[in-house]
C-alpha cells in the first residue's frame, strides 16, 4: 500500500481487464514511483481524495460508467491542484481519430492519451512527466500558505501595534478603512467611513497641512506622514500620526494609496502643555491673523504646483516607475546587507578572539591576517550596499569641500597615475556642505574610478565646485546647494547606457571587473544627504557626474573617530539581549574575555523575564532588529523599571526611529572587541 497524504506522488491505477492493472503497477514500482491498482471509478475518486500524484485509466473502465462524480470531483479541486491523468486507449483512441476521447479530454482537463500496446518504459516516462507537474502544483500550494500565512502575520502586526490600515483608490477617491482605524475616527460598527467624511473631520487649523502632504505624495509618489488633529462627531479633538505610500496598479494607470493610522493624543496632549505657555503669549486675533494669511499662501502655490503636475503626468510617470524600482531593489539590497554585517560580526568577533589565544606562530597569524582583511572586504562591501539602499548611518557635520579635495588629491593622483591629468577647482571662500565627510571623499574617489576607466588611453579630469542658488531646477528644495562636478574626457555614454547609468548591478564593464554599485551607491549617498546626483554625456566628448550637496547652517567639525587602546576597566554583569545565537556567542565571548559577566537572552521577552527574577544586572546590551519587539521598545520597557540602567543598543544598519538617535548609545555593527570595551567601560564607569 503506497502512502498517501497531502504531498503523496502515488499513482492511482484502474485497469478492469485481466492483470493490465498489476502489470501498470509494477511497472510504475520498478520506476521508482509507488502505484495502488483500484477495482472501480468509485475507489480511484475516493483515494484521489487521500491525496496522489496521478492517476492512470483504461478506457474501458469510463465506457459505460457513470462520469458525472468523476467530473464534479475534478471540478472542485483548489486552485492549486490540477491532478495529471494517463488514459490508455487502443491504437485509434486518441483524440486525433476519436470524438470520445475529445470529449473526455474536454472532462478530464489534465489528460494526456497513450495508446496500448505501449513500451514499460513510455509508461514510466509518462508517468515521471506528471510527477513533475505535479510536485510543481505542490510548490504553488506551498507558497500560496506561505502568502496567507504572511498576511496573517501583517494584520496581527497591525493590531499589536494598535495601528489601522486604509487604502485610498485615487480614481473617485474611494477610502478603504479597517474597523481599527475607523475608531481613531470614533467611527465603530459597520457604518461607512468615506475620504470626504475623513476630510470632514480634520481641524480646520490642520486642513491644509493634510491637503499638502496628499498633495506633495500624489504629485511626486513620496511617503506620505502627517500628523494632526481630528474632530469626533461628540466635538473632543484627537491627534492622529497618518502614513502612506503610493502604489501603483500597473504602468500607466492610477494608483491607490495604501496607509496606516494611529492614535497619537497621549503624546501630542503631553507636548502640547509644555508649550503652554509660550502660546499664550501670542496675542489670539494676531496669531489667528497670520496663521490664516500662511495658510492661503501655502494652498494657492500647491494649487498652483498641482496644475503644473497635471500637465507633466506622463513624464513623473516614467520618473515614479523607475523610483520605484530603485526602492524596491534598494530594500532587498539593504536587508541582504543587515543579514551580511550579522555574519561578518560573527566572523570578525571570533577572528580577533583568535588572535588573542592562539600561539604566537607566524603561520597562524598569517593565515588569521588574511581572514581579517577578507572580512573587512566584507565590512566595505556592505557599507556600499548600505549607502546604494539609502540605509547606512550617516555622521553629518559642516565640512569644507576645497580642504576636503586638497586632503585626498595625493590618493586621487595615485589611483589615477600617470597617463591621467588631475585639475581642481575649488575656490577658497566657499560655504561649508552637510555631509559625512569619509562617504563623500569615497564618493569622489569613486567617481574619478570612472571617469579613469573610461580613458584607458589617458586623458583629463576636472574636478570643481561652485554655489548654486536654486535646487529647485534640478527637483530638489528651493535654496542654495554646492555642486560638485566630475569630469572627464573619455569616450562617454549614448542615451541608453546613460539611461541605465545608475541602475543597481548595471555595468558597461567585462565579467569580473565591476559589481555594477559604483554609480548606484554614489547616488543612493547623495539622496540619503538630502542632494542628488545628475549624469551628463556625450559621445567620444566625455561624461560629466553632478552631485548636489546641501549647505550647512553652521560650521562645525565633528572628529573622525578614534578607537584607544584596550585598558582595564570595571568589570559587571551584563544582560546580553540578541536574536541571533552566532553574534550572541560571540558578543559573549568578547566580553568574558575583558572579564564581564554574561547573561544571555534570545529575545526582548526573555530579557524582560530575566529582569523580573532580580537577579543583579549591571548593564544591557541589546540588538534593535529583533521579531516580536525591537530593542528601542524592550528599552522603554525597560526604563520603567531600572531608570537608572546603562544601555548599549546594537544596530546592523541605520534602522532606527530619528527620535531616539541621539537618546541612546549605540553601536554598529560589526565591531571590534576595543570598539565594544570603549563603550562597556564608559557605560559601567558612569553609572552610579
Known amino acids: 500500500m503506497s502512502e498517501a497524504g497531502p504531498l503523496s506522488e502515488r499513482a492511482i491505477v484502474l485497469a478492469p481487464k485481466g492483470r493490465d492493472a498489476q502489470i501498470a503497477a509494477s511497472i510504475l514500482k520498478e520506476a521508482g514511483v509507488p502505484a495502488d491498482a483500484r477495482a472501480d471509478l468509485a475507489t480511484v475518486i475516493e483515494e484521489l481524495g487521500k491525496g496522489a500524484g496521478l492517476a492512470i485509466i483504461a478506457d474501458e473502465a469510463l465506457r459505460d460508467a457513470d462520469l458525472r462524480p468523476l467530473a464534479d470531483f475534478l471540478s472542485r479541486q483548489p486552485p492549486w491542484s490540477d491532478i495529471p491523468i494517463i488514459l490508455l ?18 472532462m478530464l482537463g489534465n489528460v494526456t492519451f497513450l495508446e496500448r500496446p505501449f513500451h514499460p518504459t513510455t509508461l514510466a516516462s509518462l508517468a515521471r512527466a506528471a510527477l513533475r507537474g505535479r510536485r510543481r502544483q505542490y510548490e504553488a500550494r506551498a507558497r500560496l500558505e506561505e502568502l496567507i500565512e504572511s498576511e496573517q502575520r501583517l494584520q496581527n502586526a497591525l493590531e499589536a501595534g494598535e495601528l489601522g490600515s486604509w487604502t485610498l483608490n485615487i480614481d473617485g477617491m474611494v477610502l478603504d478603512a479597517s474597523e481599527s482605524c475607523r475608531a481613531h475616527f470614533d467611527r465603530r460598527g459597520k457604518e461607512e467611513f468615506s475620504f470626504e467624511e475623513l476630510l470632514g473631520s480634520v481641524h480646520r487649523e490642520d486642513v491644509a497641512r493634510v491637503q499638502a502632504a496628499l498633495a506633495q505624495t500624489l504629485r511626486t509618489g513620496c511617503n506620505c506622514a502627517v500628523e494632526y488633529r481630528n474632530v469626533w462627531p461628540d466635538g473632543t479633538v484627537h491627534w492622529i500620526d497618518m502614513r502612506a505610500r503610493m502604489v501603483k496598479d500597473g504602468p500607466g494607470k492610477i494608483g491607490r494609496l495604501v496607509g496606516v493610522s494611529s492614535d497619537i493624543t497621549a503624546r501630542k496632549t503631553a507636548e502640547l502643555e509644555r508649550e503652554q505657555l509660550f502660546r499664550e503669549l501670542k496675542a489670539e486675533r494676531l496669531a489667528l491673523s497670520e496663521l490664516t494669511r500662511t495658510l492661503e499662501e501655502r494652498v494657492a502655490k500647491r494649487t498652483g504646483e498641482l496644475l503644473a503636475e497635471v500637465a507633466a503626468r506622463e513624464k513623473a510617470q516614467e520618473q515614479l516607475l523607475q523610483s520605484q524600482k530603485m526602492e524596491v531593489v534598494g530594500q532587498l539590497t539593504g536587508g541582504v546587507a543587515h543579514d551580511f554585517n550579522n555574519l561578518l560580526m560573527a566572523i570578525t568577533g571570533n577572528l580577533e578572539l583568535l588572535h588573542k589565544k592562539l600561539p604566537n606562530d607566524a603561520r597562524i597569524r598569517r593565515l588569521l591576517d588574511g581572514a581579517m582583511q577578507g572580512a573587512r572586504r566584507g565590512v566595505s562591501l556592505t557599507q556600499r550596499m548600505l549607502a546604494f539602499s539609502r540605509q547606512q548611518e550617516l555622521k553629518t ?36 556642505a552637510q555631509v559625512d565627510a569619509n562617504q563623500i571623499e569615497l564618493a569622489i574617489l569613486n567617481l574619478a574610478i570612472n571617469a579613469r576607466d573610461a580613458m584607458p588611453g589617458g586623458g583629463e579630469i576636472r574636478i570643481s565646485v561652485a554655489k548654486r542658488e536654486d535646487g529647485a531646477g534640478v527637483g530638489l528644495d528651493d535654496k542654495p ?65 553632478t552631485l548636489w550637496l546641501p549647505i550647512a547652517t553652521t560650521r562645525t567639525s565633528v572628529p573622525r573617530p578614534h578607537i584607544s587602546e584596550i585598558r582595564e576597566g570595571r568589570k559587571g554583569t551584563i544582560l546580553v539581549v540578541e536574536d541571533d545565537p552566532l553574534i550572541a556567542m560571540s558578543t559573549a565571548d568578547m566580553l568574558e574575555d575583558l572579564g564581564h559577566t554574561v547573561v544571555e537572552a534570545n529575545s526582548a521577552k526573555r530579557a524582560l523575564e ?29 526604563r520603567r523599571k531600572h531608570p ?42 558612569s553609572k552610579p
Open 610 to 638: 530575566i529582569l523580573e527574577t532580580g537577579r543583579s544586572i549591571d548593564m544591557m546590551m541589546t540588538d534593535q532588529a529583533m521579531p516580536g519587539m525591537t530593542g528601542v521598545e524592550l528599552v522603554k520597557l525597560v
Open 644 to 685: 537608572t540602567m546603562p544601555v548599549l543598543l546594537v544596530s546592523g544598519y541605520a534602522d532606527l526611529p530619528a527620535a531616539q538617535k541621539a537618546l541612546l548609545p549605540r553601536l554598529s555593527k560589526p565591531y571590534q572587541q576595543s570598539q565594544l570595551k570603549a563603550e562597556i567601560d564608559r557605560l559601567l564607569e
Open 397 to 432: 557635520s559642516s565640512a569644507d569641500m576645497a580642504t576636503l579635495l586638497v586632503g585626498i588629491r595625493e590618493l586621487l593622483e595615485r589611483t589615477l597615475g600617470p597617463h591621467i591629468s588631475l585639475i581642481i577647482e575649488a575656490p577658497s571662500n566657499l560655504p561649508p
Open 481 to 545: 546647494y554646492l555642486r560638485v562636478e566630475v569630469a572627464d574626457t573619455g569616450s562617454g555614454m549614448d542615451a541608453a547606457t546613460l539611461k541605465k547609468a545608475i541602475e543597481p548591478f548595471f555595468s558597461t564593464k567585462p565579467p569580473g571587473k565591476g559589481t555594477g554599485l559604483g554609480l548606484s551607491t554614489v547616488h543612493g549617498l547623495a539622496v540619503q544627504l538630502g542632494g542628488k546626483l545628475e549624469l551628463s554625456s556625450t559621445v567620444g566628448k566625455g561624461t560629466t557626474a
Open 89 to 106: 486507449t487502443y491504437r485509434g483512441g486518441g483524440p486525433e481519430r476519436n470524438p470520445t476521447a475529445t470529449r473526455l479530454a474536454e
